[in-house]
């Protein structure tokens, strides 16, 4: 697609349910990048994927977080057993090559969990 | 471990203003830095790169390595400019751009 397209937009889940957010990059973006935007804690890197591989998974912080990527393309970040400080906006971002250069972001999901 | 420190939260200034949005950062190689601009409603997105040497918009930011500082200057605050600010750092191929916690900038008339 032209850019990358993040859904839903809004999610609004109860305490303890799983949610799962979608990140669609742009086509032939081989890295693709979550990102987690909350105020007083900025932009908190997730996980990195390369390809189907994630190299690096060392910012979810804790093992209720998971992410998947399948075919080099569509990616689904998971969250399980949601809790309220996971209430965030939730942002993808995809580049050609991991090399800090050219990452076009999603404009986010933003979720509410209460 | 690499760390990017926005010292200010907030930084309100008045049009015409010159401006000053503090990065510093932790890596003791060289790194790549990046000031990237979020508008109201908007994606996220890149201002510049420090290895551009560019200015955009009328923004500039000059990598101090002795400093470990990239700050991001403006001379004219624009009301246009208010915006959310965050200094990136990529320090290796294959890594991700890590973030500061981002400045708001707000110009006022």
């Known amino acids: 697609g032209a850019g990358v397209s993040q859904s839903p937009s809004n999610k609004v889940t109860e305490k303890g349910k799983d949610v799962e957010l979608r990140c669609d990059p742009i086509?032939?973006?081989?890295?693709l990048y979550w990102y987690r935007q909350s105020l007083g804690q900025g932009l908190e890197f997730l996980i990195y994927?390369?390809?189907?591989?994630?190299?690096?998974k060392s910012g979810l912080p804790s093992d209720r977080f998971s992410a998947e990527r399948t075919g080099g393309s569509v990616s689904t970040l998971t969250i399980q057993r949601t809790q309220q400080e996971d209430s965030a906006v939730y942002l993808c971002?995809?580049?050609?090559?991991?090399?800090?250069?050219?990452?076009?972001f999603g404009s986010g999901t933003r979720l509410t969990v209460v | 471990a690499q760390r990017v420190t926005q010292p200010e939260k907030l930084l309100s200034v008045f049009k015409g203003a010159p401006v000053e949005l503090k990065c510093n950062y932790s890596?003791?190689?060289?790194?790549?830095l990046f000031w990237y601009v979020q508008y109201s409603r908007q994606r996220l997105q890149l201002l510049l790169r420090h290895i551009s040497r560019e200015s955009i918009k009328g923004f500039t930011a000059d990598l101090n390595k002795g400093e470990t500082s990239f700050h991001l200057k403006k001379p004219f605050a624009q009301e246009e400019d208010s915006a959310m600010y965050y200094c990136a750092l990529h320090y290796q191929a294959g890594t991700a751009l890590i973030f500061g916690k981002g400045t708001t900038l707000s110009v006022s008339s």
């Open positions: 890596y003791s190689g060289s790194p790549e």
């Open positions: 971002a995809s580049s050609l090559e991991a090399t800090g250069y050219g990452y076009t």
């Open positions: 994927f390369q390809g189907n591989s994630a190299p690096d």
């Open positions: 086509s032939g973006h081989t890295a």
